[in-house]
């Protein structure tokens, strides 16, 4: 199981950046971050549109959508 309070970790990285492969955007977690990051959260957030996923060569590149800007915007101003 994942934990889903990495979604707001996740979408900033590629507010951020836009676009992001997945390993760099391993490498731009904490410690702690990237052992709780899962597959799984990264496919129910590209169900959710969150994000999109799609391979190049041989690696999945991660891009944020406007739902994902949006869910980030609004679970930002909750803080």
């Known amino acids: 199981m994942y934990d889903p309070s ?4 996740v979408l900033a990285k590629l507010a951020k950046w836009g676009k992001l492969t997945e390993s ?12 709780r990051l899962r597959e799984d959260l990264l496919a129910d957030m590209a169900h959710s549109g969150l994000i999109t996923m799609r391979v190049v060569g041989d ?8 739902q994902g800007r949006d ?3 609004q679970h930002e101003s909750r803080r």
């Open 6 to 9: 990495l979604q707001s970790v």
């Open 71 to 73: 869910w980030l915007s």
């Open 59 to 66: 690696e999945p590149v991660l891009t944020i959508t406007e």
């Open 24 to 35: 760099d955007l391993d490498a731009m977690l904490r410690p702690e971050e990237r052992l």
